[in-house]
């Protein structure tokens, strides 16, 4: 801080790097003081928001702070023990009872896909560049049960109900609840009306929720990306209280990761049917959750993925 002007400029020529590392952090640390009060929350700004939490609270930081499980947190444990009541059991035995089946529509049987794995894996990249092709619904259908789809099955029989098992899917989910569903919203897929829909795993269907084309660009900021030639997108939708009441905080926790692993098996199996697909970050959340009949407080979208087929 003694230094003096001369010996500034000379540590400058000596390492000329500084410069732009002061300007770096100059610019992406400054926080308005009006900050706080207006409606644009910049990163940095909510970042910083631990300085003043009441104000501009950083949502991330209060749910890990206050994501404090310890061997001595009973709660887990008391949520956890809760669902192996005969009764908690029978409902996840019993959860394709929820799904709608008059006037849903069958999906054709997904294709078994042969592609080696590691190949697989390497070749998936996020790719933007549709050409407009439509996708077919066996491909649509490959994509969702890949995801989402029901392949397997848990015993849980006890004395009153001794064929109970609880269905399970492609895709990992904490105690087997599957709080995460897949919408598609249609665009350009042959054969099937474009519109929204809920896929429905056990029933392998799609129910729909809205008909009519719906315009992407009002749901997404995706300059870098032709909507018009996408054939399908998925939205993941987190009902909160299908897990949280199993695993308090830790629910959304469960449930985002789970999302990453259905949109991973997604990706792979567009990769390996030679379509192209990315996801999408910057989806306006409340005009999603509108569009999706999801009230936004106990059903959430998390993630948005754009799927199609290239230029050949
Ligand atoms: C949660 C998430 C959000 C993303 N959001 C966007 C997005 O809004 N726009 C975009 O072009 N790519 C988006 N991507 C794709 C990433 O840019 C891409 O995965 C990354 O550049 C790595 O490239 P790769 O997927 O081809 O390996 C997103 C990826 C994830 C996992």
């Not at 023990?81 to 529509?105: K, M, N």
């Not at 054709?108 to 070749?123: D, F, G």
């Amino acid at each position: 801080m003694k230094d003096s002007e001369e010996a500034v400029s000379g540590y400058l020529a000596e390492h000329p790097y500084l410069s732009s590392a002061a300007g770096f952090s100059q610019q992406h640390t400054s926080v308005s003081l009006h900050s706080a009060t207006t409606v644009v929350r910049a990163p940095e700004a909510v970042v910083r928001g631990r300085w003043s939490p009441s104000v501009n609270a950083f949502v991330g930081e209060e749910l890990l702070l206050n994501h404090r499980r310890s061997s001595r947190d009973m709660g887990m444990n008391l949520g956890v023990s809760r669902y192996y009541a005969h009764d908690a059991v029978l409902s996840s035995a019993h959860s394709d009872l929820a799904e709608r089946l008059d006037g849903a529509i069958a999906l054709p049987e997904r294709r078994r896909l042969k592609s080696a794995l590691t190949s697989t894996v390497v070749a998936r990249r996020s790719e933007r560049a549709f050409s407009g092709k439509p996708a077919t619904t066996e491909e649509m259908a490959t994509v969702l049960w890949h995801g989402q789809g029901v392949s397997g099955s848990l015993p849980v029989g006890s004395p009153q109900d001794p064929d109970a098992a609880v269905p399970l899917r492609n895709a990992p989910s904490g105690g087997g609840l599957y709080p995460v569903r897949v919408a598609v919203i249609a665009q350009n897929v042959k054969g099937l009306n474009p519109g929204c829909y809920e896929y429905q795993p056990h029933s392998h269907t799609l129910f729909p929720v809205r008909p009519g084309p719906v315009a992407l660009s009002d749901q997404l900021w995706a300059a870098d990306v032709d909507l018009n030639g996408v054939s399908f997108a998925l939205a993941y939708v987190y009902d909160l209280y299908v897990n949280s009441q199993k695993y308090g905080d830790s629910g959304l926790i469960f449930a985002l990761i789970e999302v990453g692993a259905i949109s991973q098996n997604i990706h792979l199996a567009r990769t390996a049917l030679g379509m192209i697909g990315c996801d999408q970050g910057g989806y306006d959340k409340q005009r999603l959750e509108r569009l999706l009949h999801c009230d936004g407080t106990t059903r959430h979208v998390v993630h948005f993925t754009l799927l199609g087929h290239g230029e050949v």
